[in-house]
């Protein structure tokens, strides 16, 4: 019985590949690569927006921290340091939601640029396939078809994903960008006491 399935097996492994028309095989080729080319451009577009929200966001917080401090800073309305614990959690907090807003918004655009690089590489794959599929139905005797084996081995593209060191690189990069955050949160909290207080 063992016997039996493996010479089956053997068999079923010999068997001549399919022959898809050289046609068909461009053409489905060519629509994965305009697929994955759309998504990428989508992403860039999606990575733009997402770089124009933290831009209007910087502008409207730092007009919101210009307006409090030079109601708090005029000589007339010069805080004790006991009265002005209102204003620097006021400020803490805004600091605390913008940090969070920044850092949402930089998830977003980390995220949009590894979807990029995988539709980038799947494209790319797409792309050297369909080269040397053009390549064998150059040189092949009769143009009409090719077989699948001949072609790249198969017509399939699966979606690829970045290496590891790029992976290492993406989140490397996440960190930086949060632990950033966090001095730049600590440093703005502490030069509002100090200026406020002092």
Known sequence: MADYDDDEIHHHHQRPPPYIPKETAIQALNTIIQLHFERTLEKKRAIDNQKKKLHKLFNLFFIFLAVVFASLSQPSSRLQCRHSWGPICLLSFSHLVFYI??????????????????????????????????????????????????????????????????????????????????????????????????
């Open 101 to 198: 807003s920044v850092a949402q918004t930089l998830r977003c655009v980390n995220g949009f640029k590894y979807q990029r690089r995988c539709h980038k590489l799947t494209l790319g794959l797409a792309t050297e396939k369909l080269r040397f599929v053009k390549n064998v139905a150059a040189s092949a005797v009769d143009g009409d078809e090719i077989s699948a084996a001949a072609a790249a081995g198969d017509l399939e593209v699966p979606y690829q994903e970045p290496s590891e060191s790029y992976l290492g690189k993406f989140k490397r990069n996440w960190a930086l960008h949060f632990g950033f955050l966090i001095l730049l949160y600590a440093f703005m909290v502490s030069f509002s006491v100090v200026v406020l207080c002092f």
